[in-house]
């Protein structure tokens, strides 16, 4: 812990392994953190006998849930017994509760199917409630109130991916959808009131921020970002007049931006790379086509730097894993699809949203499944006698990678 004043930082705690994440209380004195416990004695002495073998899946602890007291330091955490393996832990407002996302085990399929939200009291770690969802989860926000909970999370066991946005009381039970029917994916969340939520969405290969009742059903209200820019991170002011952002453009990785709620357009604050103006970029643009089924897929196309009309170009096909993700309109360049470097070589760069892709809602997100790399294949193939069609591409020199599924 460190002064918001100024000062020297201090430690709290020192555990045998990784501190995995934490949350303080409302009154500052305690913080519930989560960590691996230690290697057991048994384990240690094995090991130190030869048996260094790790059997997969099996060779693993859980991720357990402390609390430790800020004052006075010398005092030992207590570990809370708890079943399973907890990926989120958040405080309540009111400092009663704690709002854990437990697991069966630390893998990887249950880290991403089978978290689910335990509220448990803070003082002797008794759950008092659970919350009746299957499925992804992301973001767990509390209301100001402490009487809600906000979940970015799938509407069920099938839902690709953690992009709609839930809401549950402190008792528990089954979540309600405030955003069912949106043709796009929740990303971040912060409540505006004990009543009111914003969420920054993901609507097509652009962004914007939404505000929508917790207690009506109501379409969410976007306030109107700027369109030029995505964004991918989102805090409000305590006052909740004010949101700050990260943002990101074609011609410049993230920075950030603060935005008066629904008066004007977010103002940047940083140019942490001021000599990308001396820089020659392609030029970039969303493109959309239809697939042979007649289904519309858009993408983002980055141009050859000094790009002269009617001249065909090679192309590098880059294709996002997943399949739940998609490209938005922002900085493209990155170490594994460094799109402007392309560029600057004389390739033309496509990044398509295949189907499966989010961005466009859950119905969409669906569309791919139980046709591993089938219709999505297709889209690739269909993007390629697009751009082709329209004269861009050289049909001989396509060339392609991705990364993970694609």
Known sequence: VIPASGGESRRVVAPDSDILGYSWSPDGKRVAYIAKPPESEENKKLTEQGFTQKIYEEDWRPRAVWIAEVEPADTEPTRLKLEGSAFQVRWSPAGDLLAVALAPTPLVDDEYMRQRVHLLSSTTGEIKA?????????????????????????????????????????????????????????????????????????????????????????TPEPLGLSSDTVFTALSLTGDKQRAALIGEAPGHPG?????????????????????????RLGRQEVVRYAAR?????????????DYQEGKRYPMVLVVHGGPEAHYRNGWMSRYSRPAQVFAARGFTVFHPNYRGSTGRGVQFSRTSQGDPAGKEFDDLLDAVDHLVGIGLVDRDRVGVTGGSYG
């Open 255 to 279: 920075e950030a931006y603060v935005f008066d709620l629904g008066r004007t357009p977010p103002r940047r604050l940083t140019n942490s790379n001021p000599w990308l103006a001396d820089v």
């Open 293 to 305: 089924d007649g289904l519309e897929i858009d993408g983002i196309l980055v141009y050859p730097v």
């Open 130 to 218: 659970v919350v009746d969802h299957e499925g992804k989860l992301g973001r767990v926000v509390w209301s100001p109130d402490g009487r809600r909970l906000a979940m970015v999370a799938g509407v069920d066991i099938n839902d690709p991916a953690e992009s709609s946005l839930l809401v549950v009381p402190s008792t528990g039970g089954a979540p309600r959808n405030l955003t069912a029917g949106f043709a796009g994916h929740v990303n971040r969340v912060a409540w505006s009131s004990p009543t009111s939520l914003l969420f920054l969405g993901d609507v097509g290969t652009g962004t914007d921020l939404f505000r929508v009742s917790a207690d009506d059903r109501e």
